[in-house]
C-alpha cells in the first residue's frame, strides 16, 4: 500500500459514514459546503 491510499480508504469511509449519520438532515447541503 503506498502512503496516500490509506487516506483515500478512510476518506471514502468517513464520506460514507457522514453520508449515513447526516442524510437525513436538512443542512446536509450546507455541511457539504463546509467540508469543501
Same mark, same amino acid.
Given at each position: 500500500?503506498?502512503?496516500?491510499?490509506?487516506?483515500? +480508504?478512510?476518506? #471514502?469511509?468517513?464520506?460514507?459514514? +457522514?453520508?449515513?449519520?447526516? #442524510?437525513?438532515?436538512?443542512? =446536509? #447541503?450546507?455541511?457539504?459546503?463546509? =467540508?469543501?
Amino acid at each position: 500500500m503506498k502512503p496516500g491510499e490509506a487516506l483515500d +480508504i478512510e476518506s #471514502q469511509i468517513f464520506s460514507d459514514w +457522514i453520508i449515513g449519520h447526516y #442524510q437525513d438532515m436538512s443542512d =446536509l #447541503q450546507e455541511f457539504e459546503s463546509d =467540508l469543501l
